[in-house]
C-alpha cells in the first residue's frame, strides 16, 4: 500500500510566513524613514540673541523648542553660527525689538527656512546668511542626496569582499583602500559635478572616507564575528535606523526628540555631520563625529580580528 499523499499545508504555511515577514519588513521601513519627517519640530534648537532687553522673546523661544543663548552682539552671534553652537540668531536693536537675523543655510536648509519663518513672524526684515551654500547647489541637494550611497557603500562593498576576496588580510587591504577610492571620488562629484561646496576638498574627502571606512569595517566585523546574523545587525543599524536618523536632510535638532541624538550615535549621522564641518565650517563641530565614527571603526576592527582569530583557532583544532 502506497504512502498517502503528503499535505501541501506546511508548504503554503511557510509562504504564509514569508510573505507576512516582508510585509512586516516593508512597514517598519517605511515607519522608519517616514515618521522622522511627519514628526519634525524644534527640539532644543539653538539660537541665539545678541542685545539687550529682549523683552520676553528667549522664554517665548523657549516653550516653542528652541534652546536660546545670549549673545553679546552681532559679532558674537555671527561667531556662534560660524562655530555651529547655533543655527541662526536674532539681533535687537537698541529698543530691544528684533533688528536682524542671522541663519547659516549650509548648517541645515531645513532650519534656515524654519528660521526665516520665525523672523517674519516677528517682523525682521534684514536677514543675513552667514554660510550660505554655493550658487551651483543652493539648497545643499548634493549633500543630503549623499547620506543613502555613504550608508549603502560601505555595507555593499563589505559585503562584496566578503564573497569575492579570501583571506582577511587582502579583505581588510580592500576596505581600506576602497573607503580611500571612494571618498575621494564622491567627494570630487559633489565638489566638481555638483558644486555642493566649493572649497576644502582634502578636509571633506578626509570625512567620507573615514565615513565609509567606519561603516565598511562595521559590516566586516560584525559579518566575521556573528556569521550572516551580523548583515542583518548591520542592515538595521546602518539603513534602517542610521539613514532616516542622520538629520543630513534637515537637522538632528527637527527629529523627534531623543532619535536625532541617537541618529548622531550612528556611522550615517556621524559622517553627515562631519561632512558639514569639513565642507563649510573649516572644521568647527567636527570633534563628536570624529569621536563616533573612529568608535566605530575601532569596533569593526576589534571584531574583524576577533572573527578571524576564531576561525584559525578552529582550523587549527580539525585534524589534518
Not at 204 to 222: E, K, P, Q, Y
Not at 262 to 275: K, M, N, V
Not at 307 to 312: E, I, L, S
Amino acid at each position: 500500500m502506497s504512502d498517502p499523499t503528503p499535505s501541501p499545508l506546511p508548504a503554503w504555511r511557510q509562504l504564509a510566513i514569508v510573505v507576512t515577514g516582508l510585509t512586516v519588513l516593508l512597514v517598519v521601513l517605511l515607519s522608519a524613514f517616514a515618521l522622522p519627517p511627519l514628526h519634525s519640530g524644534p527640539h532644543d534648537l539653538p539660537v541665539a540673541i545678541a542685545g539687550d532687553g529682549d523683552d520676553g522673546l528667549a522664554a517665548e523661544l523657549d516653550g516653542q523648542g528652541y534652546a536660546v543663548t545670549e549673545a553679546a552682539d552681532t559679532d558674537a552671534a555671527r561667531a556662534l553660527l560660524l562655530d555651529r553652537a547655533a543655527y541662526g540668531a536674532i539681533v535687537l536693536d537698541a529698543t530691544g525689538r528684533p533688528d536682524e537675523l542671522l541663519v547659516a543655510t549650509a548648517a541645515s536648509n531645513a532650519v534656515a527656512t524654519r528660521l526665516r519663518a520665525l523672523g517674519a513672524e516677528l517682523g525682521v526684515e534684514t536677514v543675513t546668511d552667514v554660510r550660505p551654500f554655493p550658487a551651483d547647489d543652493p539648497s545643499g541637494a548634493g549633500l543630503s542626496a549623499g547620506a543613502l550611497p555613504l550608508a549603502l557603500g560601505g555595507w555593499i562593498a563589505a559585503v562584496v569582499l566578503l564573497m569575492t576576496v579570501r583571506g582577511p588580510g587582502r579583505q581588510a587591504a580592500g576596505a581600506a583602500a576602497f573607503a580611500v577610492v571612494a571618498g575621494l571620488a564622491l567627494t570630487a562629484l559633489l565638489r566638481f559635478g555638483f558644486g555642493t561646496f566649493d572649497g576644502a576638498y582634502w578636509a571633506t574627502a578626509g570625512a567620507a572616507a573615514l565615513g565609509i571606512s567606519a561603516t565598511a569595517w562595521t559590516i566586516l566585523g560584525l559579518r566575521t564575528a556573528l556569521g550572516n546574523a551580523g548583515l542583518a545587525v548591520g542592515a538595521v543599524v546602518l539603513i534602517l535606523l542610521g539613514n532616516p536618523l542622520s538629520g543630513l536632510a534637515s537637522a538632528p535638532e527637527l527629529l523627534p526628540a531623543g532619535w536625532g541624538a541617537l541618529g548622531q550615535l550612528l556611522p550615517p549621522g556621524a559622517t553627515g555631520s562631519l561632512l558639514r564641518s569639513a565642507a563649510y565650517f573649516d572644521g568647527a563641530g567636527a570633534a563628536e563625529p570624529l569621536l563616533v565614527l573612529t568608535f566605530w571603526l575601532a569596533g569593526g576592527v576589534a571584531l574583524f580580528a576577533l572573527g578571524v582569530r576564531r576561525a584559525q583557532r578552529v582550523a587549527e583544532a580539525v585534524p589534518a
